[in-house]
């Protein structure tokens, strides 16, 4: 059903670009939300190989312990982030299940989550005892 919405926003996207500024149809507002999420999406694909260069570098530094590096550790956990966005948005979009309104519940929820994802992740370029940001960082 997912896919299926996702082909026909690009259907109707080809069709004509709506106002995002002011949506006035539910194929509009669906249109403009996926949007939303692209562009969050977009902002946190940049901010991944920062995040990953970071980790990465701090296994340079990890000590022998047994427990999983930083890399390690981040891509676990990014994957079983996504698989819960996923699975946890499709369920929230069912309010409107099999209706217009369901991409638009859909597309808002990815957007919401992938910018509080966004946010953890920049949260890990950072120190968590000091605060200040770690090397290689922009923050």
């Known amino acids: 059903m997912i896919i299926l919405s996702s082909l026909l926003l690009t259907a109707q996207a080809a069709a004509g670009m709506p106002d995002c500024a002011d949506p006035q149809v539910q194929s509009e507002m669906n249109i403009c939300a996926h949007r939303e999420w692209e562009q969050a999406d977009a902002e946190l694909n940049a901010l991944w190989p ?5 980790m990465q570098r701090e296994d340079g530094y990890a000590v022998e312990d047994d427990q999983p590096g930083y890399w390690e550790s981040l891509l676990e956990a990014q994957r079983a982030w996504i698989a819960y966005r996923d699975a946890h948005c499709r369920l929230s979009s069912y309010d409107a299940r099999g209706g217009t309104m369901q991409p638009l519940l859909h597309s808002t929820c990815m957007t919401v989550l992938t910018e509080r994802r966004t946010e953890e992740l920049r949260e890990l370029t ?14």
């Open 50 to 54: 920062q995040v990953r260069a970071v």
């Open 126 to 139: 950072r120190n968590q005892m000091s605060g200040e940001a770690k090397p290689g960082t922009e923050n």
